[in-house]
């Protein structure tokens, strides 16, 4: 069959344009490669969900479970379920998975952290969740603590590591404080960390982080094909949504622009209507007043447009809110966690009478738990300036990188 120069030239450029040049191989599709020699022999334990998949869509849980040489045996659910079927923040029960009647043990319930009867019927467990990079996404938080209980109970861990969507060179926001170790900030880590899970599991296992300074028998399966400063688009693979309101490739960014203020629960970010985490809206304001003002910051990597909207649901359902629509314009400049405290400083400027704070009192709470300290909170609503917190903000990042470099698996 004759293939014509254009033929060739169009799929040349349409894997420029789409990224197919860059084909990353995840953890599972390594381990599948090995023929699963390292599970031979071993009762397995899988702690994943929905985004647990391989390049063609294919669920891990299948994948295990068909595997003639592994013996899978009990399944672990992390936030939102084993299939996914459970809203953020809800508790997830104990139950079978109906695909094949492996039983199901909830980490996100009334135990967060494996107990010794839900782990004696394995010998080693495997991690395979697709993460976002951040800080407040519980999945890591339940990695280190099955870590912890492997340790503890004398358990293999094997993580299949994936991308970071949010690449592996940014690196954003203070660790967390002595007394603001909570199970959205696990670890004494950077809001953005800039490690895959694998990396971050070695970090925590060797710098003695976990409970009591307690290590697991540990072991990465690394990818192929990712290097650390690739966005996902970049990985030829396609996304599953990790919870209903991180669908796209891009929502881990905007999770970061805004994810610290939507636990006040009186501004609307977007969740509850089609853009989750990419607005900043409210009721009864300019809405094109409030664009000018964000836009005379000039924030890299990001402009803002005004709109307006009414949630279906979540925060101000049912009712018209205007506010801006956040625009990343440049994935490598941008810093993420800091917009959301320029929206607070613009709209404190223009309406210095309603403190989004005031009345919210109850959201404190989870507001510092997120931000890994209440000297963020404290220290900004006396002026609502973000250079006067800009400094605890960036506490311990440099250092982090510099500490964190020796666990990179990746160039």
Not at 44 to 73: F, P, Q
Not at 75 to 101: K, M, Q, W
């Amino acid at each position: 069959m004759r293939i014509s120069l254009f033929s060739i030239c169009l799929v040349l450029v349409s894997s420029l344009l789409f990224g197919q040049n860059s084909i990353v191989k995840t953890g599972i599709e390594v381990l599948r490669d090995s023929n699963f020699k390292i599970l031979e022999g071993k009762k397995v334990g899988l702690v994943t969900n929905v985004t647990g998949v391989d390049r063609n869509l294919k669920s891990t849980i299948d994948i295990l479970y068909e595997a003639k040489n592994v013996n899978l045996v009990a399944l672990y659910a992390p936030e939102h379920g084993i299939r996914g079927d459970f809203l953020a923040g809800d508790n997830v029960e104990n139950s079978v998975d109906p695909l094949t009647n492996l039983p199901v043990y909830s980490l996100h319930g009334a135990t967060r952290k494996p107990t010794p009867d839900m782990l004696k019927d394995i010998d080693v467990f495997v991690y395979d969740l697709q993460d976002i990079g951040c800080r407040s996404y519980t999945f890591i938080s339940s990695m280190g603590l099955l870590m912890e209980a492997a340790a503890e109970n004398n358990k293999e861990v094997i993580i299949l590591d994936r991308p970071n969507p949010l690449g592996g060179i940014r690196v954003e926001g203070n660790l967390v404080k002595e007394g603001f170790i909570s199970f959205v900030s696990q670890f004494p880590i950077p809001y953005v960390y800039g490690l895959t899970c694998g990396e971050l599991a070695n970090f925590l296992n060797d710098e003695g982080i976990l409970k009591n300074k307690v290590k697991c028998k540990l072991t990465v399966i690394k990818m192929e094909g990712w290097q650390r400063d690739m966005t996902f688009e970049e990985t030829g693979l396609e996304w599953v949504p990790t919870s209903q309101h991180v669908p796209h490739k891009h929502s881990a960014f905007y999770y970061v622009t805004s994810g610290i203020l939507g636990e006040l629960g009186n501004v609307s970010i977007g969740v509850g209507y089609t853009l989750p985490f990419q607005t900043f809206a409210i009721d009864s304001i300019d809405c094109y007043k409030l664009t000018d003002l964000m836009n005379s910051y000039n924030l890299e990597g990001v402009i803002f447009r005004p709109i307006t909207y009414k949630p279906y649901y979540a925060t101000f359902k049912d009712k018209k809110i205007s506010g801006v629509q956040t625009h990343i314009l440049d994935y490598h400049k941008v810093n993420l966690m800091e917009i959301q405290f320029y929206f607070l400083q613009a709209f404190h400027e223009l309406y210095p009478n309603r403190e989004i704070f005031n009345k919210v009192s109850n959201r404190f709470n989870m507001f510092d738990k997120v931000s890994g300290t209440d000297e963020i909170r404290n220290i900004f609503t006396k002026n609502f300036k973000f250079d006067e917190i800009k400094d605890i903000v960036n506490s311990g990042v440099e250092e982090f990188k510099e500490n964190s470099k020796k666990y990179h698996l990746y160039k």
